[in-house]
């Protein structure tokens, strides 16, 4: 690790770097948004672990994390860096096993089993059944903080070139419409955002993410 | 890069819904032009000369007065209104920097960006992109030494995948010393 790295250290704590019972969160740090999650999971008392290799979320033992988010950024340059670096198959893999996982914006692009307009190229996880919709309340000049009822309650969250879902499958449930337009699933212990919770300071989505965390026993150093 | 049309003034882009991308070599430079409205910040270095040293001064210098301000803002909050005059830059902008340790907008680096190493150099410096040009397009295998920029830049804290990245990229860009480079014609040169 470089030591000119000018990021606070609590950001920067290492994967499988499990020195008690707290949980380990991992956020795919490939690009994007990555900063803001970590602090909103710092703030909850979880720990961080950025991952960027195969090595950073499988360990010899297994999962190196507990939980996962999939920050916003652009979803066709993280499907190309994932599988670039070879995350692909183990992320798809233990998302399927059941890690808890939060994906925001792009994050919920990449879950999604269908994108109805990709990029030349792009393709998803495939691991949420659901149709997404990419900018569709438009481009970056129409970003803008709305607030929004959610099964957390009421929100005031960031669109950002936000997706939408335009069709889900029968085991997804809606929690946030924006509009008629849905903007937030959950399928199991997976969680699909459309927007940024992360920007405006709100912890809810991330403290569901922790809370999901108990029912999934596939890490072996726990 | 064109050159100025008007060398007093700067453009209002806050009139424009399209995003406006200005260059900085210091903070101040970087906040006026958010103040005039700019989308993102790009620190400025030299382009096209495969020199990153330009680079590397502009972001150490921006994000370093950034982390003064930072500690200013914790230790003693009201020289802020100082720092402000010196910066050239609304104290309004000037302590929404100071309290979040980083600019309201991207900022990002370019100028002599040629290797892999260069580029995740930079981002260890607390970049949050990098912008390569003619790093890529004057090189032997501009395809291959793309993509292992992109790697580096993407790994940019782990030296196994930026060494991988930087084997078997053929040649390089030829470059050309800043100093080499007569100063009426230096690009960082140009700005206020």
Redesign the interface.
Known sequence: ??P????PTGWLSGAGDQMNSTPTVGVLA??GGVREHAEVLDALGARTALL??PADLLGPDGLRVDALVLPGGESSVIDR?IR??GLYDPLQEAILAGLPTLGTCAGLILLANRVEDPAPGQQSLGVLDATVLRNAFGS??DSAEVELETAEGPVRVAFIRAPEVVAVGPGVEVIARRSQAIVGVHQGAITGIAFHPELTGEARFHRHLLTQIGGHQQRAAS | MLSPADYVNHIDKQAF?V?FVCGATNLGEALRRITEGA?MIRSKGEAGTGDVSEAIKHIRTI?GEI?ALHATFQANPEQLYVAAKELAAPYNLVLEVAQAGKLPVVLFTAGGVATPADAALLM???AEGVFVGSGIFKSGDPAKRA?AI??AT??F??PA?ITEASRGLGDAMVGINVSDVPAPHRLAERGW
């Open positions: 690790m470089c000119t790295y000018p990021h490939l690009q960027r290799t860096l670039t670096f970056q000049v | 819904t995003p989308a994000r982390a260890q410096l607390g993509a992109v790697k993407a790994a804290s782990d995948v």
